[in-house]
């Protein structure tokens, strides 16, 4: 494969965070019954009108200034026309020649570094129903509570060249739309689906090779097997001697693998044209700077920051930014806990917390640890009282058993033994019982060292001042 580049592009369609519909008041609620969510206007019904949800105006505006994009003065509802069971009015609304968001662009990282991504353009249109297959015999069933869901699709031009970095630009846009509180990211509920382009070419070759599109893929693991396993297709295809048909493929999770779906149509098949129920949709400076004005800080921003202003590396800030609530529970954690080095809490933050959220499959809203009883472990670690491994003890049962630190390190006696003289007397005792290793060290074995730490420790419960105790070893040695 290293004769061939690929290329990628993305469609997202993020579902907008209002409470109704983008041209109708019924509700967006997820998990309701079959067909009770959609009311005359999605239904297309006769003599029913659209009416524009401000909202979902608003939402989309919001992206625009995150991404650095154009907000256009006036777009255009357009209509797209098509035939599918799960589309009651026969066209889907959407934008076509005038999308509200144009431009604008996202940074990404992987290991390779920093990477920029164009934004083509950003549209509203609705969500269509949706077919059920499952629970039918011979037959499929169709609920509509979808329909008139409001979307943003965000297109991105083909910049991306890797599975990788696909997988990090959908991980980055996720993130900035739950950051900018316009989606909930829910993948696993639709409100996230990625549809992704691709196509080889032969490096050096500046025309693209023909492309297929993946559709619906609502995981960032299968938009990755999705890539590998297409890219691997396109390029058996082509060196057999045969050529890539531009079409529309499903991934198949079970199989591992992508299937065709259908011919990939042109837009001049769906036969635009300006939607005669809605007029076209103008959004004015003042509107945009009153947005503008309600943004939070961004992940870019806050990720300059904190290398600049708390000195921490690039790979921990990113971490942090990565997702809203990390950098607030890193931020509340920094807030409870002033004595303590910015990167001792990061290293907290992106190490142990994240890990025992991740078993447990919880984000940091639902921390069984609060910021605020982190922030007293790292203070009693900072001063001493306990050592990094107990912290870490400490640190589980307080996530399995609750309490705070100071509790538990009375309860348990856990706090470090940081006694000069306590300390010589431990040490003393295994010099002297241990006359070969003794030898052994002056005589130039410097790992043996080692031993002596760990029958200090093992002594001590694992409750020595490291510091202390290497220190002392040292001078007990030196003879």
């Known amino acids: ?45 006769p003599g029913v009108l659209p009416v524009p949800n401000q909202g979902a105006v608003e939402r989309a505006i919001r992206f625009g200034l995150a991404v650095g994009a154009q907000i256009a003065p006036m777009s255009v509802f357009a209509r797209k026309n098509y035939f599918y069971p799960d589309l009651p009015k026969g066209y889907q609304i959407s934008q076509f020649e005038l999308p509200v968001v144009q431009g604008g662009s996202m940074t990404i990282h992987t290991a390779a570094g920093e990477k920029t991504v164009r934004l083509t353009r950003a549209h509203l249109e609705e969500d269509a129903g949706k077919s059920l297959h499952e629970d039918f015999h011979g037959s499929s069933g169709i609920d509509l509570n979808r329909a008139g869901t409001p979307l943003l699709e965000i297109v991105t031009e083909p ?39 691709v196509s080889v070419r032969p490096f050096g070759q500046r025309e693209y090779g023909t492309r297929c599109e993946i559709k619906n893929l609502n995981s960032f693991r299968f938009i990755e097997r999705a890539i590998d396993c297409e890219v691997k297709r396109q390029i058996a295809l082509i060196e057999d001697g045969g050529a890539v048909r531009q079409e ?16 990939k149509e042109d837009a001049q098949d769906y036969r635009y044209f300006p939607d005669p129920d809605l007029p076209p949709l103008r959004i004015d400076e003042a509107w945009v700077r009153e947005v503008a004005a309600g943004l939070p800080e961004l992940p ?21 930014t990565a997702s809203r609530e990390a950098g607030d529970y890193f931020e509340a954690l920094q807030r409870a806990a002033p004595g303590v080095d910015a990167k001792v809490c990061a290293n907290w933050v992106n190490g142990e917390l994240a890990a025992a959220l991740n078993r447990a499959e919880l984000d940091f809203t639902a921390s069984r640890v609060t910021a605020d009883r ?17 912290a870490k003890e400490i640190f589980e049962l307080m996530w399995t058993e609750g309490g705070d630190a100071d509790a538990i390190i009375d309860a348990r006696g856990l706090r470090q033994i940081s006694d000069s003289g306590a300390l010589e007397a431990v040490l003393r005792e295994i010099v002297e019982r241990s006359p070969a290793q003794v030898a052994e060290y002056r005589g130039g074995k410097e790992k043996v060292f080692g031993f002596f730490v760990g029958q200090a420790m093992k002594a001590t419960q694992g409750k020595a001042n490291p510091a202390q105790l290497n220190e002392l070893l040292r001078k007990l040695l030196a003879g």
């Not at 529309?248 to 011919?263: A, G, H, K």
């Open 159 to 197: 910049d991306m060249r890797s599975a990788d970095e696909a997988v990090a630009y959908a991980r980055a846009l996720h993130g900035l739309v739950r950051w900018i509180e316009i989606c909930d990211g829910n993948m696993q509920e639709g409100s996230f689906r990625c549809d992704v382009n």
């Open 248 to 263: 529309t493929r499903l991934y198949d999770p079970d199989r591992d693998e992508t299937r065709s779906m259908r011919s």
């Open 1 to 45: 494969m290293s004769q061939w580049e690929i290329v990628i592009g993305l469609e997202t369609h993020a579902q907008l965070s209002t409470h109704s519909k983008i041209f109708s008041g019924a509700s967006t609620a997820f998990g309701a019954e079959p067909n009770t969510q959609a009311c005359a206007v999605d239904l297309g019904l």
């Open 374 to 390: 982190l922030a007293g472990l790292l203070r009693r670690l900072a001063d001493g009282t306990v050592s990094g491994k107990i």
């Open 300 to 320: 870019a921003a806050r990720r300059v920051r904190y290398q600049r202003d708390l000195g921490l590396g690039a790979y921990d800030a990113g971490l942090l």
